[in-house]
């Protein structure tokens, strides 16, 4: 349910609505916009709370809400996701992330300027990564990646330099100012990780790990969560969710490639997903053709047509030497390729009336 407040209604309306779903034993979370204010509404939330959702409010609630002062109406969230859908934030949501090599010292996610976050998949040595990181920043991009704590499919791939490489990742923002986004795998490590990271990355294979999900959401660092590479649009949403009703409102959605049937990519990249994200909900969706294509050739063509599409960043694998990689190196783009690759994002970015923020 979205309790929705009359234009610029006084805090002691918003106040009265808060403190009054509070005694229903339900929580209001409210959504400030420029004019008015929205409270979306749920039942309790919390890992072993009562049963939470449009299902546990009692009818008679939405009467007296509708009867209070400043009170313009009170709707009926139709999809499973609340907080996360268009009805609930009707204007995009925008993030903060800091970065000093941009002016201003912030990156927005979200408006009009499109983020080139680019870096090694795997932080692998001090040299590669700096490397890579001195190259990339040079090209415009203001947020590094660079996984510390890898998912490998088999036991026997790399699994990262664990918190040795957020280290390096550290130094590196410190070099060169950019944002950093790495991954976190577990529960336990979300505070660790958070030390070094300016986002947090939720792998593909972590989407539905609901406890970390809950514990991201615990945190307030902004959130970039990979869409499982078999969910649907839906089982992403309601991810998302998770992390926004434990009250964490920056998460970003990340489309980087479903299962299909085809074997002449690693994934198919679901580039319908971007406008449908869009139209469905009010959070950022970027963009990663790496996974998304597993190729090189095709990543230059996909960062494209994902700019086409409305991305609002691209999160793309970039190495000094890819044929060497530890990791991913058929899909890491080279120095050159990724040099060759940001004037083709900026045409395209202008022909659709958006910008990049190269710093
Ligand atoms: C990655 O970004 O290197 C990665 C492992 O991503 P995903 O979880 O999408 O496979
Ligand atoms: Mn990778």
Same mark, same amino acid.
């Given at each position: 349910m979205i309790v929705v407040m009359k234009p610029h209604s006084s805090e002691e309306s918003i106040e009265r609505v808060m403190n009054f779903l509070e005694k229903q034993g339900l929580t209001g979370h409210p959504s400030r916009g420029v004019e008015r204010t929205i409270i979306g509404v749920l039942g309790s939330v919390g890992p072993w709370g009562a049963p939470g959702g449009i299902g546990g409010i009692n009818p008679s609630v939405e009467s &007296?809400?509708? &009867?209070?002062?400043?009170?313009?109406?009170?709707? @009926?969230?139709?999809?499973?996701?609340? *907080?996360?859908? @268009?009805?609930?934030? $009707?204007?995009?949501? #925008?993030?903060? #992330? $800091? /970065? &000093?090599?941009?002016? !201003?010292?912030?990156?927005? *996610? !979200? !408006?009009?300027?499109?983020?080139?976050?680019? +870096? $090694?998949?795997?932080?692998?040595?001090? %040299?590669? *990564?700096?490397?890579? &990181?001195?190259?990339? @920043?040079?090209? !415009? /991009?203001? #947020? *590094? @990646? +660079?996984?510390?704590? %890898? $998912?490998?499919?088999?036991?026997? +791939?790399f699994r990262g330099m664990g918190e040795a490489g957020l280290k390096l990742l550290a130094k590196a923002r410190a070099e060169f100012g950019m944002a950093v986004i790495t991954e976190v795998m577990t529960p336990t490590d979300v505070p660790m990780v958070s030390e070094y990271a300016d986002i947090l990355q939720i792998g593909t294979r972590n989407m539905q790990n609901y406890m970390l999900l809950d514990e991201v959401g615990r945190s307030q660092k902004p959130v970039v969560l990979k869409r499982g590479m078999s969910a649907t649009i839906e089982e992403w949403l309601l991810a998302a969710e998770y992390i926004l009703s434990q009250g964490n409102r920056n998460v970003i959605l990340c489309e980087r490639g479903i299962r299909t049937f085809e074997k002449a990519t690693r994934n198919t990249m679901d580039i319908s997903a971007i406008p449908l994200i869009k139209q469905l909900s009010h959070l950022p969706i970027i963009s990663d053709p790496s996974q998304g294509t597993g190729r090189r050739d095709l990543v230059i063509p996909m960062t494209l047509a994902s700019i086409a599409a409305g991305t609002d960043a691209l999160l793309i694998e970039v190495h000094p030497n890819p044929d060497e990689a530890l990791k991913d190196g058929a899909q890491s783009l080279t120095l050159d390729q990724f040099q060759a690759l940001m004037p083709q994002a900026q045409t395209v970015a202008r022909a659709i009336g958006r910008t990049m923020i190269t710093g």
């Open positions: &007296a809400l509708e &009867a209070m002062p400043d009170v313009e109406s009170v709707i @009926r969230v139709t999809k499973p996701y609340k *907080l996360a859908s @268009r009805e609930f934030h $009707p204007e995009d949501t #925008i993030i903060t #992330i $800091p /970065a &000093a090599c941009v002016s !201003g010292g912030r990156v927005y *996610l !979200g !408006g009009n300027a499109i983020v080139m976050m680019a +870096g $090694p998949c795997t932080v692998e040595s001090e %040299k590669q *990564l700096m490397t890579t &990181a001195e190259a990339v @920043r040079k090209q !415009g /991009a203001v #947020i *590094l @990646r +660079g996984g510390a704590f %890898k $998912p490998s499919t088999s036991p026997y +791939g």
